[in-house]
C-alpha cells in the first residue's frame, strides 16, 4: 500500500501539548495503548510515528509494540489526511449493488488510489469493510457520516460539498 | 395536546436523510403554528421505507414513507398530523405485513421506543428482567440461561449458558463480562440496530450476566466503523449509572456492575473472542491458541464471558418471560428467535426476527421482495464474508444451525447478502481470499500466506490459464487451510471459496473455454 507522503509530519507544538495531556489521562487505565491511540487520532487526525516513544515510555511498553499495535489496525492513520475522509465500502453487500463501479469512479474522479490524498489536500479516500448500513448498499462515509444507495451522481455531489470551503470545518 | 410524531435516529435512517426530514418538519410544524412534539425513536427495520415517519394517533401509529424533504410541505398540506391519506400513507405501523408478520422478543423495543429515555425503556417492560435476576442466586440464573437453548448469536452458535456455566465455577478476584460488538461481517447489522435502537436492552443483558457469574466489569468491544452506536452506548450507560441500574449496589442490592465501552480499530480478526481479548489488552489483535477457554483464562488473565450483542440483549427477555417462554419458539436444537438481516440486492431490505425454521426462500421472495434491480436472484450469501454462498436449488432450507451446516453452510450472524444473476462467483471467490489477506493477523500460516496464494491461484483461473489444474491447486489449498488455521478467519475462507466453485462451476470453468478458443 503506497501512503502519500506529504510535509505534514512535523508535528506543531499545539498538537505536541494535546498529544502529552492526552497521554497523562490515559496512562493509568487498564489496557490504555488503543484507547489512547484513538484519542490521538480523534484529536489531531492521525498517529504520527514521533509519539510512540513517549506513549511508550508512560504504558511501560517497547517502542515497537506501539508501532506493532498503531500499523496492525487499519483505522489507525500514521499520516496526516486530507481536510475529509471518504470511506467507500467494499464489502459483500455493496459489492451486490454496484460498489465495485462506485470505487472505480471515486478513483477516477480523484485521481488517487486508496489510501492517497488529493493533490489539494481536500480528501484522503478509503477502503473500508461493512458500514452496517447492508439494506441500503452501497454505502459510503464522509467524516463519519453514513451514507446509503449511493449512485455515482450522488458521489460528485458529497465530493464536491467536501470541495468547497465553506461547509464542514 | 401535541402531536406526537416519531422519526428515526438511527444510522441507516440518517443515511438515506432522516436528519433533513426531521428538521424540515420541525420547521414546517412551527411556520404553520402547529402543536407537534418530535420524538427520535429507533428504526423499525424496514430500511427500504426509511425515512419512515409516525404520527400518534388514538389507534395506534400510523406511517408514511419513505419520505423525502420535497414530501414534507405536502405531508402537511395532505394532514398528516390527523392521519390523513397520502401517496406515502402506509396505515398503521403495527399493521404493516412486513412488520405484523415477525416475532418480535429481542427487538420487541427496537424503532418503538426513543432510544435514549430511560423512563420510555421501563415503560415498555425494560429492566424487569434485572429485577428478577436480583432475587434469584447466580446458580438460578445461569440455568434459566441455559433451559431458554440460547445459543451465541455472533456466528459460532455455542450455548450461552454453558459459558457461563463455567465462568461461575471459576474462582478469581476478578472477573469479566465482555460483549463482542464488532460486528464486522457484510450483510450483517443486527448488533448496530440494538445499539443505537435500544442500548438499554444490551446494558440489562450484561448486568444480568454479571450478576450471574459475579464480575463486577463489563467492557463493550465496539467497531470503530459505529461511531453513531458509540454515543447511543454512552449516553446510556451514563443515564442508567445515574438511576442506579449500573455501578455500586445495584437497585440497592449487595451487586456491583461497572460497564464501558471500548473502541475496536477496524480489524476484522478482532471479532474472533481472543483476538479480541488481546485488543483490548491494548495489544495487537492475534489469536490465542486455545485452551485455555476465555472463560477461565481470558482478559487479563481472567474468567471472562466473551457473548455476542444479540446474545447478551436476549437475556432480559428469558429472565423476565422465563426460560420456556423462549424455548417454545424454534425448531430442533435451535431453540428461539434469529434476527435475520436482509440485505444486498433485495428491494426489501432490512430486520427480520422470527422463530428458527422460516426458509430461504421464504425470507428472500415474501419479504425481500425478490432483487432490486429485478433480475433473477442467482447466488446468496449466509452469515458474513466466510459464509458458503447458496444456489437457488438451496433456497428450501430451514433457517437452522444444523440445517445449515448439513449443507457445508453456517447460519453465522444471520446476515444474508443477495446477488443477481450478474454476479461473477470467480470474482466472488477472489474477493474472499482477498478480504483474508487483508484481515489476517499473521499468527498461522495456513491463513497468512493461504490467502495470498490464494488470489494468485484464481487470477489464473480467471485469466484461464491452466484452469484444471489451478481449480485443483485451489482446493488443495482450501483444504490446508479448512484443517490447518488457527481460527475461523483462514479456517472458514474456504466455505465461499469452495462453495462458489462447487454450486456455480461454469463461472470458472467458461474462462477455460475462453482460453481453448
Redesign the interface.
Given at each position: 500500500m503506497q501512503v502519500l507522503q506529504t510535509k505534514q509530519d512535523l508535528i506543531s507544538e499545539v498538537d505536541t501539548l494535546k498529544i502529552d495531556t492526552l497521554i497523562a489521562q490515559h496512562q493509568d487505565i487498564p489496557g490504555a495503548l488503543m484507547p489512547l491511540l484513538h484519542s490521538i487520532q480523534d484529536s489531531i487526525g492521525y498517529v504520527p510515528e514521533s509519539t510512540y516513544a513517549p506513549i511508550a515510555k508512560a504504558l511501560k511498553l517497547s517502542i515497537a509494540e506501539v508501532h506493532g499495535v498503531v500499523t496492525f489496525y487499519h483505522h489507525f492513520r500514521t499520516h496526516k489526511p486530507g481536510r475529509h475522509v471518504l470511506q467507500i465500502c467494499r464489502a459483500e453487500s455493496c459489492q451486490s449493488m454496484g460498489a465495485a463501479a462506485l470505487e472505480a469512479h471515486a478513483k477516477k474522479c480523484l485521481n488517487v488510489d486508496y489510501h492517497q490524498t488529493t493533490t489539494d489536500e481536500a480528501i484522503t479516500l478509503e477502503p473500508v469493510y461493512c458500514l452496517g448500513n447492508c439494506a441500503l448498499s452501497p454505502a459510503v462515509t464522509l467524516d463519519e457520516e453514513v451514507f446509503g444507495r449511493v449512485s455515482a451522481a450522488d458521489l460528485d455531489a458529497l465530493i464536491f460539498e467536501a470541495r468547497s470551503p465553506r461547509v464542514r470545518v | 395536546m401535541a402531536t406526537k410524531i416519531y422519526i428515526p435516529r438511527d444510522?441507516?435512517a440518517?443515511?438515506?436523510g432522516a436528519e433533513k426530514v426531521a428538521i424540515a418538519i420541525a420547521q414546517e410544524a412551527k411556520r404553520r403554528n402547529l402543536d407537534a412534539e418530535i420524538v427520535r425513536n429507533g428504526s423499525r427495520?424496514l430500511?427500504?421505507l426509511?425515512t419512515l415517519v409516525e404520527v400518534a394517533t388514538e389507534n395506534g401509529r400510523f406511517a408514511y414513507g419513505p419520505v423525502k424533504v420535497k414530501d414534507v410541505a405536502s405531508l402537511f398540506e395532505a394532514d398528516f398530523l390527523n392521519a390523513k391519506p397520502h401517496a406515502l400513507s402506509l396505515g398503521l405501523t403495527e399493521e404493516i405485513e412486513w412488520l405484523k408478520k415477525q416475532q418480535r422478543l429481542t427487538f420487541a423495543r427496537v424503532g418503538v421506543t426513543d432510544p435514549v429515555s430511560l423512563e420510555d425503556y421501563i415503560a415498555h417492560d425494560g429492566y424487569k428482567g434485572l429485577k428478577n435476576a436480583l432475587v434469584q442466586s447466580g446458580v438460578e440464573i445461569v440455568k434459566a440461561v441455559t433451559d431458554s437453548g440460547l445459543r451465541g448469536r455472533g456466528g459460532a452458535a455455542f450455548p450461552t449458558g454453558i459459558k457461563w456455566n463455567t465462568v461461575l465455577g471459576c474462582k478469581a478476584d476478578q472477573k469479566y463480562i465482555v460483549c463482542n460488538a464488532d460486528?464486522?461481517?457484510?450483510?450483517?447489522?443486527s448488533?448496530?440496530m440494538i445499539m443505537e435502537n435500544d442500548p438499554f436492552v444490551l446494558i440489562e443483558g450484561m448486568t444480568i450476566a454479571g450478576i450471574a457469574v459475579g464480575a463486577t466489569q463489563g467492557y463493550i468491544y465496539l467497531r470503530?466503523?459505529?461511531?453513531?452506536s458509540l454515543r447511543v452506548l454512552n449516553e446510556a450507560i451514563a443515564k442508567a449509572e445515574m438511576a442506579g441500574y449500573l455501578g455500586e449496589k445495584i437497585l440497592g442490592s449487595t451487586h456491583t456492575f461497572h460497564l464501558e465501552v471500548?473502541?475496536?480499530?477496524?480489524?476484522?480478526v478482532c471479532g474472533e473472542e481472543t483476538s479480541l481479548l488481546e485488543?483490548?489488552?491494548?495489544?495487537?489483535?492475534m489469536v490465542r491458541f486455545k485452551p485455555p477457554l476465555p472463560a477461565i483464562e481470558g482478559l487479563?488473565g481472567k474468567p471472562t464471558v466473551v457473548n455476542n450483542v444479540i446474545s447478551l440483549a436476549t437475556v432480559p427477555i428469558i429472565l423476565d418471560k422465563g426460560a420456556q417462554f423462549y424455548a417454545d419458539y424454534g425448531m430442533g436444537r435451535s431453540r428461539g428467535t434469529l434476527p435475520i438481516?436482509?440485505?444486498?440486492?433485495?428491494k426489501h431490505?432490512?430486520?427480520v426476527e422470527l422463530a428458527f425454521g422460516i426458509t430461504l426462500r421464504e425470507l428472500l421472495y415474501d419479504y425481500g421482495g425478490g432483487s432490486?434491480t429485478g433480475r433473477p436472484i442467482r447466488a446468496v450469501?449466509v452469515g458474513g464474508?466466510l459464509g458458503s454462498f447458496l444456489p437457488e436449488s438451496q433456497f428450501d432450507t430451514p433457517l437452522d444451525y444444523e440445517a445449515f451446516a448439513s449443507i457445508w453452510a453456517v447460519l453465522g450472524h444471520g446476515?444474508i447478502?443477495?446477488?443477481?444473476d450478474t454476479?461473477d462467483m470467480a470474482k466472488?471467490a477472489r474477493?474472499a481470499f482477498e478480504?483474508c489477506a487483508?484481515?489476517s493477523?499473521g499468527k498461522c500460516t495456513p491463513c497468512r500466506i493461504g490467502s495470498t496464494r490464494g488470489v494468485e491461484v484464481i487470477d489464473k483461473i480467471i485469466a484461464g490459464t491452466d484452469t484444471v489444474k489451478n481449480i485443483k491447486l485451489v482446493r488443495d489449498l482450501s483444504d490446508t487451510m479448512l484443517n490447518g488455521s488457527l481460527c475461523a478467519l483462514g479456517g472458514m475462507t474456504p466455505y465461499p471459496v469452495l462453495s462458489a466453485m462447487n454450486h456455480f462451476p461454469e463461472d470458472f470453468e467458461i474462462k477455460k473455454a475462453k482460453a481453448a478458443v
Open positions: - | 444510522s441507516s440518517l443515511s438515506v427495520g430500511y427500504w426509511e460486528e464486522g461481517d457484510s450483510g450483517t447489522f448488533d448496530r470503530s466503523e459505529y461511531p453513531h471500548r473502541r475496536a480499530a477496524g480489524a476484522y485488543s483490548l489488552e491494548g495489544k495487537r489483535g487479563f438481516q436482509l440485505a444486498g440486492n433485495l431490505g432490512g430486520l432490486a450469501q464474508p446476515g447478502v443477495a446477488f443477481d454476479v466472488m474477493y478480504f487483508i484481515e493477523c
